[in-house]
């Protein structure tokens, strides 16, 4: 059983900062990719930034310059510090990590249950 338990969401001023975590835990042989996603009102879950276990990252280009995502390694922890943001960045976010629980078994996306973060303008 894995499981992604997200913390940090919740309401700032535009121009303001918030720090997101997510850490994995539960029977965990390997992970691959950490990322987050968000997904505004009506709208579809769409990325955010993600990095390997390597620490090569990769964000979409309506964060880039203002998002950090980072990852703790021996935590099973993934972070993703918001700077400068807009009430556009206002949306559910989801922690995504790609895990396997055995040497050889398959390796599975696994979902957080999603945070809150609303910037009021």
């Known amino acids: 059983q894995v499981q992604l338990v997200e913390s940090g969401g919740g309401l700032v001023q535009a121009g303001g900062s918030l720090r997101l975590s997510c850490a994995a835990s539960g029977t965990i042989f390997s992970i691959r990719d950490m990322g987050w996603y968000r997904q505004h009102p009506g709208g579809q879950r769409e990325l955010v930034a993600v990095?390997?276990?390597?620490?090569?990252?990769n964000y979409a280009d309506s964060v880039k310059g203002r998002f950090t995502i980072s990852r703790d390694n021996p935590k099973n922890t993934v972070y993703l510090q918001m700077n400068s943001l807009k009430p556009e960045d206002t949306a559910v976010y989801y922690c995504?990590?790609?895990?396997?629980?055995?040497?050889?078994?398959?390796?599975?996306?696994?979902w957080g249950q999603g945070t809150q973060v609303i910037v009021s303008s």
């Open positions: 995504n990590a790609q895990i396997r629980t055995t040497r050889w078994g398959p390796e599975l996306a696994y």
């Open positions: 990095i390997t276990g390597a620490g090569s990252t």
